[in-house]
């Protein structure tokens, strides 16, 4: 496989204290879940690599903290990123609002290729519930984002949020016009070599 394929990009979790950004990490990374996740100080660092059809994707993930004192250094983490996976848990209408917030502040930070999520997690906390999907489901549409709802303790939908958040980065990555002409040149040459040895 050339590397052309081979993509690395930089996520980036963000979200309120106690949604769940560590732990739908770990379970994607580690596949762990565990009860007391206790909560990031500043942020963690996670790597995976994703093999999709058309390239392998190797996230370099940030985990950032929730609390609110943490907020200045967040820029520092999505400076740069190519995918932002904003978290809410279903349970907190707080969260929901505020996850709001990181939308926006995204959207100001202006990168046009910057591959958003919403992410509505702990939805094993159903009867808890406080934000309806179709709630998240109409703020995702209306800004632009890919909504999906996941419980890293029940592993629902995590997998799922990396590989299509994967997908879309893949897709959202700005041509560069030489290196274009290059890879048509490799490709022609193969397929010629491939005529030829079929001759």
């Given at each position: 496989?050339?590397?052309?394929?081979?993509?690395?990009?930089?996520?980036?979790?963000?979200?309120?204290?106690?949604?769940?950004?560590?732990?739908?990490?770990?379970?994607?990374?580690?596949?762990?879940?565990?009860?007391?996740?206790?909560?990031?100080?500043?942020?963690?660092?996670?790597?995976?690599?994703?093999?999709?059809?058309?390239?392998?994707?190797?996230?370099?993930?940030?985990?950032?903290?929730?609390?609110?004192?943490?907020?200045?250094?967040?820029?520092?983490?999505?400076?740069?990123?190519?995918?932002?996976?904003?978290?809410?848990?279903i349970s907190s209408t707080d969260s929901?609002?505020?996850?709001?917030?990181?939308?926006?502040?995204?959207?100001?930070?202006?990168?046009?290729?910057?591959?958003?999520?919403?992410?509505?997690?702990?939805?094993?906390?159903?009867?808890?519930?406080?934000?309806?999907?179709?709630?998240?489901?109409?703020?995702?549409?209306?800004?632009?984002?890919?909504?999906?709802?996941?419980?890293?303790?029940?592993?629902?939908?995590?997998?799922?949020?990396?590989?299509?958040?994967?997908?879309?980065?893949?897709?959202?990555?700005?041509?560069?016009?030489?290196?274009?002409?290059?890879?048509?040149?490799?490709?022609?040459?193969?397929?010629?070599?491939?005529?030829?040895?079929?001759?």
């Amino acid at each position: 496989m050339g590397s052309r394929n081979n993509i690395q990009a930089k996520l980036v979790l963000l979200g309120d204290m106690g949604t769940g950004k560590t732990s739908i990490a770990l379970r994607f990374v580690k596949g762990q879940f565990f009860d007391c996740q206790e909560s990031t100080i500043g942020a963690a660092f996670f790597s995976q690599i994703l093999s999709l059809n058309e390239a392998t994707v190797k996230f370099d993930i940030w985990d950032t903290a929730g609390q609110e004192r943490y907020h200045s250094l967040a820029p520092m983490y999505y400076r740069g990123a190519a995918a932002a996976v904003v978290v809410y848990d279903i349970s907190s209408t707080d969260s929901f609002n505020r996850a709001k917030k990181w939308v926006q502040e995204l959207q100001r930070q202006g990168n046009p290729h910057l591959v958003m999520a919403l992410v509505a997690n702990k939805a094993d906390l159903e009867t808890k519930r406080q934000v309806d999907n179709e709630e998240g489901v109409l703020y995702a549409q209306e800004n632009g984002l890919f909504f999906i709802e996941t419980s890293a303790k029940t592993a629902q939908n995590v997998s799922e949020l990396f590989y299509e958040t994967a997908k879309r980065v893949v897709k959202a990555r700005p041509t560069r016009p030489t290196g274009t002409n290059l890879h048509t040149r490799t490709r022609d040459r193969r397929r010629r070599r491939l005529f030829c040895c079929s001759t």
